[in-house]
């Protein structure tokens, strides 16, 4: 990822030359560097009591649109969606904030059981 | 990319500002398809957006009148938000390694000098179809779009690994892309093939889509190509090839991507599997692409019905069509046949005769026997979509 990380670097600059568009092909090596730049998009989540844990945790690895796109799961469902991100993922989530995570989640994305 | 793509994204965006999920009422139509949002990623045309970060885009379905599915159409799903976008070929390398006689670094140069092999092969998400389950899964909420038939060129896998001589007690090869996860502890999205499956004359490792380099949110430079096989193991911004001697066993095999261990590969809807296995070759499934859902038609004028078919591996010996709900079915007739990976193109003229909504269905059956069941076989990760299809249209 360093090396990743510095090629976009270096291309930072030359993507923005190239203004309109985000594709961009290295010219004086032919066909060597591919780079794109991926769009901000705006996604946001519904209003409710623990939005702002949902933004800090759930986004480190996701946007939101990845819990707005599901359909409306039971409490249980999210219960278990949530602790499979932290025992899984390693999402930095504790006891506390988990729970906020879930009641928020059951709340505004839940079938209301 | 044109200019009028830049002034929609940033009116998009200003309308993210002002709360998009509330109101999708005064947006343009244009920006929109099957009621979904759309939106334009580098290389690709608008697509229907499930998920920006990692992107998940989707296919709208009119693409589905083309034979061939256009580079720019074809769907996108990453796993893990690192995902590459920046690819410089002369330091790229493609390493083989692991229980085999020597390693390998091939260039994009070297893997140009393997044969070449092209064939046209459906891609399709294991989760296509998932927001069509009931009850309803967790996961990309997938419609129709999450596959594309594609012609792919690259490399044989096998020779590659021949060259590389594979040792005498290897039992898998194991694919790395250059993708990976924001936190140390998410599983690396890591895949693998059994050996015997691995060596077979058809899995390449594509440089090319469709006669041109990979789009980068398609794979690029290489991805592996497992024809038939569903798209999870097809890995993009392939990195690493390693053949090991003991089952590969990490996240994305197990638990990740598994199906009930039954013939059917399915459970009673809402219940747990007891065992299950990785899943693998595609099912049997058609889609009807015209008329389009909810159609008006004019009685007495004649109707070309036309959709597509496929397997995961076996060409498809028929397509019957129904016109009144599943009572009477009668044969369709074929496209061009681009042989037994692509999906064929089938159509049935019809002429409705009264007034009236009629069910359009259509059901595939490949050269096996294997076909689709008129009710969803139901699983709890939503994959293998494969329920006949059934449309409503309108004759007036």
Known sequence: ?113 | MKDINFSRRDFLRTAGAVGLAAAFGGIPADIFAEGRRLYKFPEKTDLILLTSRPPQLETPLHYFKELITPNEALFVRWHLANIPTSVDLNKWRLMIGGNTDKALELSMDDLKKFEKVSFTAVIQCSGNGRSFFEPRAAGGQWQNGAMGNVTWSGARLKDILTQAGIKAGSVDVVFDGLDSGPLPKVPDFVKSLPLDKAVEDDIIIAYEMNGEPLTMLNGFPARLVVPGWYATYWVKALREITVVSKTYEEFWMNPAYRIPDTPCACVAPGSKPGKSVPITRMNTRSLIIEPAAAASLKVGRTVDIMGLAFSGGYSIKDVTVSVDGGNTWRESRFGKDMGKYSWIQWYYTWKPEKKGKYTLMARATNSIGESQPFESLWNPSGYMWNKIESIDVNVA
């Open chain 1, 1 to 113: 990822m360093k090396i990743m990380f510095m090629l976009t670097a270096a291309l930072f600059l030359s993507v923005m030359l190239m203004q309109h568009n985000a594709v961009s092909m290295e010219a004086a090596n032919e066909s060597a560097v591919k780079s794109i730049v991926l769009p901000a998009i705006d996604s946001d989540l519904k209003e409710g009591a623990g939005k702002d844990k949902v933004a800090t945790y759930c986004n480190i690895c996701h946007s939101p649109d990845y819990i707005s796109m599901q359909p409306p799961f039971p409490a249980d469902k999210w219960s278990a969606i949530v602790h499979k991100m932290i025992v899984v993922f390693g999402a930095p989530v504790n006891e506390a904030d988990s729970r906020t995570i879930i009641d928020y989640l059951s709340s505004n994305y839940g079938t209301g059981k």
